[in-house]
């Protein structure tokens, strides 16, 4: 499965949109690219996931870049609640889909 | 969202003994689960792969004998850690596959284990 590399950390204002960079440069063409997110002390989160098209949901938008190498979380507006840590993983479809491979992620923290 | 919940929550154990943690798909039916183990100020990393009436398959380094895994429904999957030593302690996440549209992949909230 492709690695993954995020920033370790970084801050956003309250109500401000939060942009979180995933760097995935040997991605394979069956591999998906799945954002989660964790609270301390609780499971992850699931948030989206794609694998070609930008997805958007309830909770973020998932811009893939046309070449597969990157992506960004967007958070719209970000809340005191989004401080978590997230988790862009890569991982492939078919039958071994669900063997996700965590890195260290990046802490969010919204600021008020 | 689906629902995968874990039970117990947090679990206090002797050295020495065994425990169980289940990890049950609420809303649906998962041929396939997944352990993970975390811990403190750590990443997840996942131990093994839960099929449903077949053997687990187990992540390099992952100890199948003491950790037992059994998926004998399709909503239920059991991890017993078998002779548990202090450093077994750790948080036990599963997760499981939903394949209704999309293949999402939910965890469930977690299992605490302390070995005293």
């Known amino acids: 499965d492709a690695k993954t590399t995020q920033p370790p950390s970084m801050d956003c204002a309250e109500g401000r949109a939060a942009n979180l960079p995933c760097n995935h440069s040997t991605i394979s063409g069956n591999e998906y690219v799945y954002w989660y997110r964790q609270i301390h002390s609780q499971g992850p989160q699931y948030i989206i996931h794609?694998?070609?098209n930008n997805e958007t949901n309830e909770m973020a938008s998932l811009i893939i870049t046309e070449d597969r190498k990157s992506s960004t979380l967007i958070l719209p507006h970000a809340t005191l609640r989004d401080t978590a840590v997230y988790y862009c993983?890569?991982?492939?479809?078919?039958?071994?889909?669900?063997?996700?491979?965590f890195g260290r992620g990046t802490q969010l923290t919204v600021w008020p | 969202g689906a629902v995968v919940s874990q039970h117990p929550s947090r679990v206090i154990c002797k050295s020495g003994t065994s425990v169980k943690i289940e990890c049950r798909s609420l809303d649906f039916q998962a041929t396939t689960m997944f352990w993970y183990r975390q811990f403190p100020k750590q990443s997840l990393m996942l131990m093994a792969t839960s099929n449903e009436g077949s053997k687990a398959t187990y992540e390099q380094g992952v100890e199948k004998d003491k950790f037992l895994i059994n998926h004998a429904s399709l909503t239920l999957s059991t991890l017993t850690v078998t002779s548990a030593h202090p450093e077994d302690s750790s948080f036990y996440i599963c997760?499981?596959?939903?394949?209704?549209?999309?293949?999402?992949?939910?965890f469930g909230e977690g299992s605490w284990l302390t070995v005293v």
């Open positions: 794609g694998l070609k």
């Open positions: 993983i890569s991982g492939r479809g078919g039958s071994t889909l669900g063997r996700l491979y």
């Open positions: 997760s499981a596959r939903d394949s209704r549209g999309g293949d999402t992949i939910y």
